[in-house]
């Protein structure tokens, strides 16, 4: 099953994308995992995106696409992969459905995770994430056994550049502007199912049976 995950920056796109990886076995891809492992490395990607990342703005189109691309193209998908923060403007839509066409990997689904505004800001704030399996936790709402440690693999537990205030402002008003209308042209397609953004783990199994018609455990 492919997948695109959808919804404003702190909707819980990544929690989503992880419960599924789990138990359906999707692979995930986001692109801002894969910004933010080359900007650790110190690559020249990492090095060309960092600004933009860091002031909550987006990377360009043409890069943006050209790492989908090969992402997609390189990859094996025994059970479908999920694009999670990907796309996010008009021009990666089309290039998206070009580049599924050719690989002949069509949508099953965009799932659009609805949350209010208010909360998103609270949940960003709070966002901690594993610096090294990006893992994410939240200080109150969820937060690891140990302050600042992984549970997973004892990673340390660190705060994203782009997760203060000021950036999140800002990426809560480009999701409005140019990702949001996205939504639209996926509804013409009749491929929008909507999760409510204070889902739970068991919601989402029941999301994936009701919603998506698949049964657990078995894709
Ligand atoms: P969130 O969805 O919470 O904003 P992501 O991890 O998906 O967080 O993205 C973090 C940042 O990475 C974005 O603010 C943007 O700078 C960059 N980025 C990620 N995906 C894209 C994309 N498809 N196009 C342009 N920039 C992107
Ligand atoms: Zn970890």
Redesign the pocket.
Known sequence: MNLLIMG???AG??TLASILQDNYHITHI????I??EEIAKRSPLGLA?EN??TK??????EL?NQI?KSVLSEGDFPNGFML??????KD?AMALDLILAELNMPLNFVVDIEVEDDVLLQR?TGRRVCSQCNTIYHITLHPSTKIDVCDVCGGELIQRE?DKEE?VKN?IR??NQKTEPLLDYYRQKGLVVTLDGRFKREDVFEFVEMKLGVTHGNN
């Open positions: 404003k920056p702190g796109k990544g986001s692109t801002g995992n910004f933010r995106v933009f990342i909550g703005e987006l990377v360009p189109d943006t989908v999670d923060g990907y796309p996010r403007t990666q960003i782009d950036s990426r480009i999701y």
